[in-house]
């Protein structure tokens, strides 16, 4: 999905409410505040996601943006759980990750993990007993998920996850 894309589909005009760009490097989404683990220009919150939790009161986020985040992430399940802990109920969870078949999600060496359509399903409350030997903390329902690309090489998954509490 091209940067165009994505301002096209997320771009807020300030509004009140308290979006978070999370892992934003230098492209910040407009109308979301920018977090991330390098101090970089506009990042208004620095956090290491592997080492620390959100700065974030519970139930304070009405919607959160990870592109091209939680394919670098370690701990995914950690890092839903203080999703989920600071989105308010039927908070928007917005992700963008490059789609397993795809060169991208293979090119780059901090890849660490592979996403395919049903890979959500692991937080969806839907589908989530099929995957209680997990034990994920914070149920998402799914409100939309598609695969965009037309070939090999550009193919990314879109989800919209909505906090469940």
Known sequence: MTKKMIEEKFARAYDGKVRLDLGCGKSITAGY?????????????????????????????????????????????????EIHRVLKPKGKLNIVVPHYKSRHAFQDPTHIRFFTEKTFRYWDGKYIQQYADYAPKGVFSTEELFVHGEDWEHLWIFAVLVAEK
């Open 33 to 81: 505040d920018g977090v991330d683990k390098h101090p970089t220009e506009g990042v208004k919150y620095q956090v290491d996601f592997e080492k620390e939790a959100l700065p974030f009161e519970d139930n304070s986020v009405d919607e959160i943006i990870c592109r091209h985040l939680i394919e670098h992430v370690e701990d995914l399940f950690g890092l839903m759980a």
